[in-house]
């Protein structure tokens, strides 16, 4: 698998029903479809995740403890997801959907300074903070067609789920260039960078970068 120059790995396209694209010491990425049906097993989860919704869809957790509890999803959600809590879970409604989980797996590290470029302080018409906590700080961006994001920079080892189709033009520090492309869904990995981009697809951009505090 060719990698891109900005990234540390590149993940696979997620699987139809359920996959890892990948799995390291930092984090853990699964993507699953969740399908109409009666409730699972009682399970849970032993790390934080967050849920990243990629298509519109209902469900229904129903916890051991305190019940059932509800959730209608469009695409694009994002939601913080404690560890622990046995329950079941229902797809509710007769249409699936996708999630892409990312599970963290340490707990929070030191306090983070974030960079003088840290592109939330130098363009925040484009780039957005979903949610933060000690664990993860989760960005999403949106560009239209044409425009040219300035130069910045991304510090923290971080999670890129891509919920458009994208094509971009993305300028190193050091004025080397890659043209990464690819189809909404997909999920990458990387590390730290300096770059700027531009979108170059002609159709407006949004990706979800899900930073991890925990190196």
Partial sequence: MKLLPFLLFAAMQPAPNHAVPFDTDLVRVVTVTEKPGPPGKLHKHDVNRVMIYLDAGQMR?????????????????????????????????SKSFRIIEVEIKKPHGSPVQFPALDPVRIDPKHYKVELENDQVRVIRAKFEAGYQAPMHEHTLPRVAV???????????????????????????????????ELNTSGRPFEVLVVELKTR
């Fill in 61 to 93: 957790l129903n916890f051991k403890d305190t019940g059932p509890k509800d959730l209608n999803v469009t695409p694009g959600t994002v939601r913080w997801d404690p560890a622990g809590g046995l329950h079941t879970s229902q797809t509710l409604g």
């Fill in 162 to 196: 891509y919920l458009t189709d994208y094509q971009l033009k993305v300028t190193g520090a050091d004025g080397k260039v890659a043209t990464p492309h690819g189809p909404a869904g997909q999920a990458l990995l990387g590390g730290p960078s300096k770059h700027s």
